[in-house]
């Protein structure tokens, strides 16, 4: 089974910048789809932003567009979240998630393996 374990989070201002990283064991990580979620409290987990296998596509959640980016070093096993222009509403607890799909899935059910999460706080 593949473990992620998800790094970055933290508090920040609003209009600030973070960077999320999620590392990924396992010899595959280089022909999987990866992908960020989020949920906040009260709220169900929403597909943020998904990359495929090579990093040739990618996909985003229309609330980010333009201020969040997702890339991937497979030589390292590593997917990252660079996210920008935060706002508070971007305040939740972020998951890397893997899957096996060759396209980008945006359902949570897509996905196989879940990290624990990272908490991103925005303040007002």
């Known amino acids: 089974q593949v473990q992620l374990v998800e790094s970055g989070g933290g508090l920040v201002q609003a209009g600030g910048s973070l960077r999320l990283s999620c590392v990924a064991s396992?010899?595959?990580?280089?022909?999987?789809?990866m992908g960020w979620f989020r949920q906040a409290p009260g709220k169900e987990r929403e597909f943020v932003a998904g990359?495929?296998?090579?990093?040739?596509?990618?996909k985003y959640t229309d609330s980010v567009k333009g201020r969040f980016t997702i890339s991937r070093d497979n030589a390292k096993n590593t997917v990252y979240l660079q996210m920008n222009s935060l706002k508070p509403e971007d305040t939740a607890v972020y998951y890397c998630?893997?899957?096996?799909?060759?396209?980008?899935?945006?359902?949570?059910?897509?996905?196989?393996?879940w990290g624990q999460g990272t908490q991103v706080t925005v303040s007002s």
């Open positions: 396992g010899r595959t990580f280089s022909s999987t789809l």
């Open positions: 998630a893997r899957g096996s799909n060759i396209v980008v899935v945006t359902t949570p059910w897509g996905y196989d393996d």
């Open positions: 990359i495929n296998w090579s990093g040739s596509r990618t």
